[in-house]
T-cell receptor, first 119, second 117 residues
Framework: GAVVSQHPSWVICKSGTSVKIECRSL??????MFWYRQFPKQSLMLMAT?????????EQGVEKDKFLINHASLTLSTLTVTSAHPEDSSFYIC???????????????FGPGTRLTVL | AQKITQTQPGMFVQEKEAVTLDCTYD???????LFWYKQPSSGEMIFLIY??????QNATEGRYSLNFQKARKSANLVISASQLGDSAMYFC??????????????FGKGTSLLVTP
């Protein structure tokens, strides 16, 4: 089956530093990847859609200058949390869709997530 | 506006029994897809089952089946013969035709399922 990896699985950093999270589709190519954020005991909230070769599309309320997304290849997207603060502490999950001819039916496979703690 | 509604924050079921997790959705599109994911305490999101809006038959995948009632806009997940390992959060999600978010999924708030011995 389709596998998506994320690295690192957890990170602790000091306030003001930047953290980069990688998302890779291991056995398929994905022109589109998605970044979600999940607070404890809450649902997944879409942050942005990452498009290979073009700029990411951010959801309303998500600061594009704070959450930098780069989709460098068909198998790699990165999310950089710049100047992280304690309120950025959360569980970040990426996903990639195994694209077929019927986009509605494309199954979205998720990475294992990255737990970010900002001190 | 909330597009996916899961009204059961938590559910209990005894091992080997069947359980139904509710999901209703809101869309004006004729073409859409409905998904169920399982999230154990480890955090990974595991795809369980998919139902397309034009699919005439309810989707089934092993012990999982989806009770799709299009007129009522509901897509309930049925887990048969529950196992202890089924204890997790379950999320219902919908994908609509291309929007500003591309083909991203809209998730409900989830239902926490606890399977007891």
């Amino acid at each position: 089956g389709a596998v998506v990896s994320q690295h690192p699985s957890w990170v602790i950093c000091k306030s003001g530093t930047s953290v980069k999270i990688e998302c890779r589709s291991l056995d398929f190519q994905a022109t589109t990847m998605f970044w979600y954020r999940q607070f404890p005991k809450q649902s997944l909230m879409l942050m942005a859609t990452s498009n290979e070769g073009s700029k990411a599309t951010y959801e309303q309320g998500v600061e594009k200058d704070k959450f930098l997304i780069n989709h460098a290849s068909l198998t790699l997207s990165t999310l950089t949390v710049t100047s992280a603060h304690p309120e950025d502490s959360s569980f970040y999950i990426c996903s990639a869709a195994l694209e077929t001819s019927g986009r509605i039916a494309d199954t979205q496979y998720f990475g294992p997530g990255t737990r970010l703690t900002v001190l | 506006a909330q597009k996916i509604t899961q009204t059961q924050p938590g559910m209990f079921v005894q091992e080997k029994e069947a359980v139904t997790l509710d999901c209703t959705y809101d869309t004006s599109d004729q073409s859409y897809g409905l998904f169920w994911y399982k999230q154990p305490s480890s955090g990974e999101m595991i795809f369980l089952i998919y139902q397309g809006s034009y699919d005439e038959q309810n989707a089934t995948e092993g012990r999982y089946s989806l009770n799709f009632q299009k007129a009522r806009k509901s897509a309930n997940l049925v887990i048969s013969a529950s196992q202890l390992g089924d204890s997790a959060m379950y999320f219902c999600a919908m994908r609509e035709p291309y929007s500003n978010s591309g083909y991203a999924l809209n998730f409900g708030k989830g239902t926490s399922l606890l399977v007891t011995p």
